[in-house]
């Protein structure tokens, strides 16, 4: 997915269909497009934890509190299964992205 401008669509449309005397394909654009969902802002975040990051998350941003994220890989080629540690990039509960530092102990719980 990729964020746009509408308004800029929008414009760039009616000076296209100005020279074209088309309203019609206008405002049928018009209305598809404000119909379109619009992305929210990229909130940003970090984990707050005084655990070890990778034992435990708790997101700055919402306070949601989970434990023990491990990423399993399943290698076909031998039927091994491994378990990883796994530092989360985005919150699973807000989905601010979790790329600021705790500035001082007074941000963790």
């Known amino acids: 997915m990729r964020l746009i401008d509408a308004d800029a669509i929008l414009c760039?449309?009616?000076?296209?269909?100005?020279?074209?005397?088309?309203y019609l394909p206008v405002h049928f654009m018009e209305m598809v497009i404000d119909d379109m969902p619009t992305a929210e802002p990229v909130r940003h975040g970090?984990?707050?934890t005084?655990?070890?990051?990778?034992?435990?998350f708790v997101c700055?941003?919402?306070?949601?509190?989970?434990?023990?994220?491990?990423?399993?890989e399943d290698y076909?080629?031998?039927?091994?299964?491994t378990h990883?540690?796994?530092?989360?990039?985005?919150?699973?509960?807000?989905?601010?992205?979790?790329d600021l530092e705790v500035n001082d102990e007074?941000?963790?719980?």
């Open 12 to 22: 760039k449309m009616e000076s296209v269909m100005d020279m074209q005397d088309a």
């Open 46 to 48: 970090c984990n707050i």
């Open 50 to 56: 005084i655990q070890h990051p990778v034992d435990e």
């Open 60 to 72: 700055s941003e919402c306070k949601i509190h989970l434990k023990d994220y491990v990423r399993v």
């Open 76 to 81: 076909e080629d031998s039927g091994d299964i």
């Open 84 to 98: 990883h540690e796994y530092e989360i990039k985005y919150c699973p509960e807000c989905g601010a992205k979790m």
């Open 106 to 109: 007074s941000e963790i719980l």
